[in-house]
């Protein structure tokens, strides 16, 4: 085993930990689906926002069945990246309904309004259904549009009213299940739920990416130089430690503002001190060994010593940090939306997922607060245990006794 490299060793301790390995895999898939995002959700409507307050509350599994009316405004659509990133925008409208029968160019629905109320009868002419405009009707002749540049007439009457009848029964009377259930404005808990992850994961990851930048910088900085620098660098980050990271980072967020953007950078600089502390001590433990005065005989400049001598030697401890701090992101994004500081509404976020529902919770739905709730402990629990796992890897006596 001697032939391995550094990163080969801590890869092979790692595999060991079956349970790193495993929160590892949950986090890779995780990331897999928010990435995904839209592409796999029920409801891929931008910020999956369809709503349908007929069917507010129901239970998870619960199917229905609807009849699509084709909206009157033109909807473009998205290629496969925009739908990915930002959803597509849906061409319909859909109506609930629990039946429907047809006569001549009319659809009967009976359009579902509650569990406990009878259904209301509607009547829908077939070509607005599909086409989203009204017929003309002229001389026997039946003149109809699916745009404004796409018109068609037809001298069969009754066959055009059969060959739309069975155009709806098949591609505009559909059902629905809703897996998880939906939320109290009707809409998918599972398609918000897989966008909620990728806010989590992307403030995880913001977050991480800024306080890494400034807590590697000030603390190799403070660590490296020494004297009044380290002073005072110090001092600026016992009293940042001092504060509590929740207050912290909503005195930022009243300072920037309500946004994602704001919250990447509020739990970013709420993050650094404790990367800059752990540098500082390790380049403390490192600047006076042979080779970085090896290094400053032969007449390298300070910042090559710090970038390509002295960093490169304490990774494992900032990588640990960096997962550990990568929980604490969500937990603390996850907070702030339970607040209100946090993104805005419609965007859906597991924080404000939890406080639009948590009344429920002494109900028969406490499940629409559970299921966010689960899905950030999962999530954070996961960053734990590879983080334990990281540790364990770079742990120098764990390398040296096991090879």
């Known amino acids: ?138 001389d026997g002749n039946v003149t109809f549009c699916y745009s404004q540049n796409n018109c068609r007439t037809s001298l069969a009457r009754e066959e ?28 998918d808990m599972l398609s918000r739920l897989i966008l909620g992850s990728r806010i989590s994961l992307a403030v995880g990851l913001m977050s991480v990416i800024i306080s890494m930048l400034l807590g590697v910088t000030i603390g190799a900085v403070a660590g490296y130089f020494g004297g009044w620098i380290d002073a005072a660098l110090s001092w600026l980050m016992n009293i940042l430690w001092s504060l509590p990271a929740l207050l912290l980072v909503i005195a930022i967020s009243f300072a920037l503002g309500k946004g994602l953007w704001q919250i990447f950078i509020a739990v970013g600089l709420s993050m650094w001190v404790e990367v800059a502390r752990l540098v500082r001590g390790q380049v403390l433990s490192l600047k006076q060994v042979e080779y970085v005065e090896a290094a400053r005989s ?49 965007m859906p976020t597991w924080g404000s997922m939890i406080k639009e529902h948590y009344g429920y919770i002494v109900m028969d739905s406490a499940y629409l607060a559970i299921m966010p709730g689960l899905a950030i402990m999962l999530l954070v629990y996961a960053f734990n245990l590879v983080t334990i796992g990281l540790r364990d ?11």
Request: proline share 6%; aromatic share 12%; glycine share 6%.
């Open 160 to 187: 055009t009213f059969k060959r739309f009848r069975d155009k709806i029964i098949s591609d505009y009377v559909i059902k629905k299940a809703f897996w998880l259930g939906t939320d109290i404005y009707g809409r």
């Open 298 to 346: 032969l007449g390298f400049n300070n910042t090559r010593i710090i970038t390509k001598h002295i960093l490169p030697n304490i990774i494992g401890p900032i990588l640990v940090l960096a997962s550990s701090n990568f929980a604490s992101a969500i937990l603390l994004e996850a907070g702030l939306s339970f607040l209100g500081f946090g993104a805005q509404p419609p």
């Open 1 to 138: 085993m001697t032939d391995l490299s550094p990163a080969q060793r801590t890869w092979r301790l790692f595999k060991r930990n079956k349970i790193a390995v495993t929160a590892l895999a949950f986090i890779i898939i995780t990331i897999l689906i928010a990435i995904l995002g839209y592409l796999i959700m029920p409801d891929s409507t931008p910020m999956a926002n369809n709503m349908t307050i007929q069917l507010s509350i129901k239970k998870p599994g619960s199917e229905f069945m609807f009849l699509r009316l084709r909206k009157t405004e033109p909807v473009d659509t998205v290629n496969i990246f925009s739908k990915m990133l930002f959803g597509q925008p849906s061409f319909y409208r859909d109506v609930p309904i629990t039946a429907y029968s047809f006569n001549r160019d009319s659809i009967y629905v009976d359009e579902y309004i509650g569990g406990e109320d009878k259904p209301e009868k509607k009547v829908y002419n077939i070509f607005e259904v599909i086409t989203g405009q009204k017929p003309n009707y002229k």
């Open 393 to 403: 890897a770079f742990d120098i006596k764990s390398q040296s006794t096991r090879f």
